[in-house]
């Protein structure tokens, strides 16, 4: 998982565990962590990364536009391409968030994860009948060797 990467979402990952990010990462290693936290701290390290690949072809653009550049350097398909590129880091960045956000809103309140459920063992008192399907006519029968 990415701890040293940032994301949009770690305000809202610290205000539904109630614990820092990298707090969050050593808790989800454990083997009492819960199912939801290691989702969660999946779906932030996609997250993390595709907010990084978005910075990315963002600078490279700014980079390649900067005024005291020579203008002779302009090249209309590389920026198609990282128009592009662009594009899909956006539109992954936004199913991430938008996952994640889902994730965060559809989980139980703290206290209600805190409370281990119980079940109830049901007893079986009366024994199964038979079954009346008959079984296939070759069912258990060996193959015949062939020669």
Known sequence: MSRDKA???DGDLQKVFGNPVPELCEAAVGH??????????ELRSFLAL?????????????ADMDPDRDMGELSADKLRFDAQWLEAALDARDGYRAALGELLRTMPAPDQRARPVRTAQLKITAPLPPSAAPAPPRAGAARARRP
């Open 7 to 9: 994301s949009t979402m």
């Open 32 to 41: 009492d962590a819960s199912p939801a936290l290691a989702r969660a701290l």
């Open 50 to 62: 595709t907010e990084e690949q978005v910075a990315r072809v963002r600078d490279r653009v700014h």
